[in-house]
């Protein structure tokens, strides 16, 4: 019943029934750092709103504590997205997509698809912060030539096929051309066996991959995990970034049947436990 409300804290602030609601106007210390995530194949519901926020004062930033990147909801919840997301009705209820990347002024919902659209040369901009541990990793296959702005957002991955970053035949280069950025591309998964045994940035296949700023970090994923692994003719040029790894920052196959090439003019490689480059 929309027409029902119902009182809330210590102010007994009146709301009505919705499937969420956000009391900006709440006096209490943490209202200002609350953060609200909707995700995935979550629906919510509410006879007033889906989500609502209250926020008879104004405050500028209010919606800021919504991160809505998915969901299916029964009202309309576009003016609590950000620029990347939008709500679209499809049978009657909204369904929110994220765009997690754009190649010119298209927007796509994964790197991968954006990838896929981007001809040689194009710049693949990333939107917001990614998964592949979840949302599926990124491939670079023959014939593209890309390069890859981290825009000042991270990339999460880790040490295992499809989980991390693939360049087979084709070219990626790496930059981050948000000032101060705090993005980087890591890994937090442990070694194992196996499984998580492979590079966070995997080059073969004569692949190319060439690295101009921005940050890779594997040293939370433990000693044994390296960041960017050289095979099969392929190439790796680094002129600028950061590189931290807890085992071999760049690990060139020393197989002489592999004949990977590592060229270092510039950047900061660290290894916590072994050699920065094993070649």
């Known amino acids: 019943d929309a027409t029902r409300t119902g009182t809330v804290g210590d102010a007994r602030q009146i709301i009505g029934v919705s499937g969420v609601v956000f009391d900006r106007d709440a006096n209490y210390p943490a209202v200002a750092t609350t953060k609200i995530k909707i995700d995935g194949d979550a629906k919510v519901n509410g006879a007033k709103e889906a989500v609502e926020l209250i926020n008879t004062y104004g405050v500028a930033d209010a919606k800021s504590a919504f991160s809505l990147k998915g969901g299916t909801y029964n009202k309309d919840v576009s003016a609590l997205l950000d620029e990347n997301s939008v709500a679209e009705e499809k049978d009657g209820v909204y369904v929110v997509t994220t765009y997690y990347a754009q190649v010119g002024k298209t927007k796509y919902a994964t790197l991968q698809e954006a990838a896929d659209a981007a001809t040689a040369g194009q710049t693949v901009t990333v939107l917001n912060d990614v998964d ?135 950047g900061t490689l660290v290894s916590t436990s072994s050699y920065a480059i094993s070649h």
């Open 132 to 266: 592949m541990t979840t949302d599926g990793n990124l491939t670079v296959y023959a014939g593209k030539d890309i390069v890859l702005d981290m825009n000042g957002h991270s990339i999460k991955g880790a040490n295992a096929d499809h989980k991390n970053i693939c360049v087979s035949s084709g070219k990626l280069t790496l930059m981050d051309s948000k000032e101060n950025s705090t993005g980087r591309i890591y890994a937090e998964t442990p070694y194992q066996e196996g499984i998580y045994d492979k590079p966070l940035v995997e080059v073969i296949n004569g692949g190319e991959f060439v690295m101009e700023s921005g940050h890779i970090n594997s040293v939370s994923a433990g000693n044994h995990q390296f960041v960017i692994g050289a095979y099969y003719d392929s190439k790796v040029i680094i002129n600028g970034g950061t590189i931290e790894s807890g085992g071999y920052a760049i690990n060139g196959s020393n197989d002489e049947y592999q004949s990977p090439t590592i060229t270092i003019n510039g």
